[in-house]
């Protein structure tokens, strides 16, 4: 059973402050009105929000200017992410919406990872991408995205090999010890002959 809402809050998935939603009634009671992102749709928020009309429209005005300006700048960027791979090119995890909001945070853009969508729901191979980051609104940035193989040191068989030898040196007895006139026997396997 569904019920009506009034977004206290801009919310990703349902949309902007003042908007009204209709959301399932446990979603709402369970999710919403706790962490205060949305009201219950009542004579007495709709006076509430319609008092704060005027406010609510500068903010949003004032952010989607902002979108914009971050939109020039997302889309000028040239987001490489390095990974490690095989030698086909397939990545040993994969590029999902995380990653790449981990990687736009140390550029300095604070984006939700909800807000960014990749192909596939994360990318599993090397090359070059599409990525769309959604703003606010309806203004979203469409960014190129390069995911590189990351250098893996492989060890050749003569590395391999000569480790091999120095093990095997380590572990050989000298022969210096060998002739030191020892019984190949130990003393507990030793057997007296009888005296004559």
């Known amino acids: 059973?569904?019920?009506?809402?009034?977004?206290?809050?801009?919310?990703v998935t349902l949309g902007e402050e003042g908007d009204v939603k209709e959301v399932a009634r446990g979603y709402a009671r369970n999710y919403l009105f706790p962490r205060s992102i949305a009201l219950p749709y009542t004579k007495r928020t709709i006076q509430l929000f319609e008092a704060r009309r005027a406010d609510i429209e500068t903010r949003k005005e004032l952010k989607r200017k902002d979108a914009l300006g971050i939109k020039e700048k997302l889309e000028a960027l040239q987001l490489?992410?390095?990974?490690?791979?095989?030698?086909?090119?397939?990545?040993?995890?994969?590029?999902?919406?995380?990653?790449?909001?981990?990687?736009?945070?140390?550029?300095?853009?604070?984006?939700?990872?909800?807000?960014?969508?990749?192909?596939?729901?994360?990318i599993k191979t090397v090359g070059k991408y599409k990525i769309i980051v959604k703003l606010y609104g309806s203004a979203s940035a469409e960014m190129n995205l390069t995911?590189?193989?990351?250098?893996?040191?492989?060890?050749?068989?003569?590395?391999h090999s000569a480790e091999r030898r120095h093990k095997h040196d380590k572990d050989a007895v000298p022969s210096e010890e060998k002739d030191a006139g020892?019984?190949?026997?130990?003393?507990?396997?030793?057997?007296?002959?009888?005296?004559?």
């Open 147 to 159: 995911v590189e193989a990351a250098e893996v040191k492989t060890e050749t068989k003569e590395t």
């Open 80 to 122: 490489a992410i390095i990974m490690p791979a095989g030698l086909n090119g397939k990545l040993y995890g994969a590029v999902t919406n995380l990653t790449v909001s981990d990687e736009l945070g140390k550029l300095g853009f604070l984006v939700e990872r909800k807000r960014i969508e990749v192909p596939g729901n994360g």
């Open 182 to 196: 020892d019984s190949p026997l130990p003393e507990s396997a030793a057997v007296e002959t009888p005296a004559e």
């Open 1 to 11: 059973m569904n019920t009506k809402v009034i977004l206290n809050q801009d919310f």
